[in-house]
């Protein structure tokens, strides 16, 4: 495809149906507000402003031109401005199809390449599905020869059977993963469904901002707000409370079927392929020879249900980033011994369960001064507090030491996650109390270490360990200094050796 190709025609019509769509609420408001010149003015500003974004897009339409050579991918837009952009095949790191409802309404998708620099790849906003889905085959490896086996034995490609009954499907064949309904459970487990659910309040009230309207002129939030004022405030703040955490549950439901709506985590020549989606639908391809291996992470509620996700770690993704780390995940929140054996399946060995090495005590007794030291020292000013006002309860400070309830625990917990280890050709690290985190890293895509000590860890003879990877760092908390060296030289030898002194 050596030609300059324009993007599909059909993109005109779903810009259109962009203005139409955000009318609808603000139409809603103003039917609830009344017709006036409050509500009038800025639905007509926003008219204007919709009707602007339409004809940007008709513009970007006409400017913009898309070609694929042998080593690049190269697009042009703007119309009175130019610009130019390029990318080598070989450094496209993911391929990213995503198609909104509108889009797939009008048989659209978004192309997306992702490379090692962040801000250097580009987008194709709007393909027809057709085209998408043949650009993600042609470019999901860079444009080199498609390996046949996959790194544990089997071969890929291969005729894909239904699921069993635990959402995994038998080793050789194509498919690896798909969703379960009753995975729902876990996801309720893994999200703050209070806040979500106070969301729709808040954007409620938001609109009512933006056409000047107070909420005490709408009549059935009148009506509402005396209904709660009428009851006593404990009852009130109990329904509110369950009220907060059904429509949280029922926002977090919704938000899981929306983003893992069919999904299917299977194999392709290359790779792995990942689809999901109901409104939005997604397919990404994931080169085989971009991956370093897998997270494994586990909330503290979705442990307690015995529940886990699980990620790929992948060269270019930056983990920092929440949308570049939704994109490598490899399974949603789902049962842990499914998440186990799918990481068995991409491996192509167990070694996310191999046995690791105990961290030494003093890296527990850190844990536990870290818990107790800071509430103490809280407990001092709110007892100042208590004694210096007198609408200050004096019995506030021992707010202090009831937090060591859940501290104390958690620095517990904490010290027993701790573990490191070497299986195959992983390395293997695990931390993490709150959300405990389970990795496995190839150890040929080790680059450096980096040894650190805080002035806590210097008194209890502790170190922190880091290795750095083009996947992010992956750290070994709290070892002996002797330990961890001892760990690096053999996870890499060699590479510590010009940096270590001999007696």
């Given at each position: ?137 042609l470019l999901s490896d860079g444009g080199a020869a498609l390996p046949t086996e996959w790194p544990g034995g089997q ?349």
């Open positions: 495809m050596s030609a300059w190709q324009r993007l599909d025609p059909r993109m005109v019509g779903a810009e259109v149906a962009r203005v139409v769509a955000p009318m609808v609420p603000a139409t809603a408001a103003v039917a609830v507000a009344g017709i006036g010149w409050r509500t009038l003015v800025p639905l007509a500003c926003l008219l204007a402003a919709l009707a602007g974004v339409a004809g940007a897009g008709l513009a970007r339409h006409h400017s913009t031109r898309y070609r694929i050579t042998d080593e690049l991918v190269e697009l042009r837009t703007g119309l009175l401005f130019r610009r130019s952009r390029s990318v080598p095949r070989e450094r496209v790191r993911a391929v990213d199809v995503t198609a909104g409802p509108v889009q797939r309404l009008f048989g659209l998708a978004v192309l997306r390449l992702g490379t090692a620099d962040q801000e250097a790849g580009l987008s194709l906003n709007a393909l027809s599905r057709t085209d998408a889905e043949r650009l993600r085959v071969a890929a490609g291969e005729g894909a059977r239904p699921t069993d009954r635990r959402g995994t499907r038998a080793a050789g064949d194509g498919g690896l993963a798909a969703l379960r309904p009753r995975w729902l459970l876990y996801a309720l487990l893994s999200s703050w469904s209070p806040l979500i659910g106070l969301a729709p309040v808040g954007v409620l009230f938001r609109v009512l901002d933006i056409f000047g309207v107070e909420p005490s002129e709408v009549a059935f939030l009148r009506t509402f707000w005396g209904a709660v004022t009428s009851i006593p405030p404990l009852v009130a703040g109990l329904l509110g409370v369950l009220a907060a955490l059904l429509a949280g549950a029922a926002g977090v439901s919704l938000l899981h079927v929306e983003m893992w709506w069919r999904f299917r985590l299977t194999r392709e020549p290359g790779g792995l392929r990942v689809r999901r989606g109901l409104l939005t639908t997604r397919s990404l391809s994931l080169p085989a020879e971009r991956m370093r291996g897998v997270e494994l992470t586990e909330p503290l509620p979705l442990r307690w249900g015995g529940g886990a996700s699980l990620r790929a770690l992948v060269v270019g993704a930056d983990p920092d980033d929440d949308e570049e780390r939704t994109s490598a995940d490899l399974l949603p929140p789902a049962p842990r011994r499914v998440a186990l054996r799918v990481a068995e399946q991409v491996l192509g060995a167990p070694d996310l369960t191999a046995p690791l090495r105990p961290h030494p005590p003093a890296a527990r007794r850190l844990r536990l001064a870290r818990a107790l030291w800071p509430l103490a020292l809280l407990a001092v000013p709110l007892w100042a507090l208590g004694a210096w006002l007198s609408w200050v309860p004096d019995l506030l400070w021992l707010l202090a030491p009831a937090c060591l309830l859940v501290t104390l625990p958690l620095a517990v917990d904490s010290a027993r996650n701790l573990g490191h280890g070497l299986s195959g050709p992983h390395l293997l690290t695990r931390y993490g109390a709150a959300r405990r985190r389970t990795a496995a890293v190839r150890k040929d895509a080790v680059i450096g270490w980096k040894l650190s000590r805080s002035p806590a860890q210097r008194r209890r003879g502790l170190m922190t360990l880091t290795a750095t990877t083009a996947v992010g760092s992956q750290r070994v908390k709290d070892v002996t200094p002797a330990q961890g060296v001892a760990f690096a030289e053999e996870a890499v030898p060699g590479l510590l050796a010009p940096f270590r002194r001999t007696a």
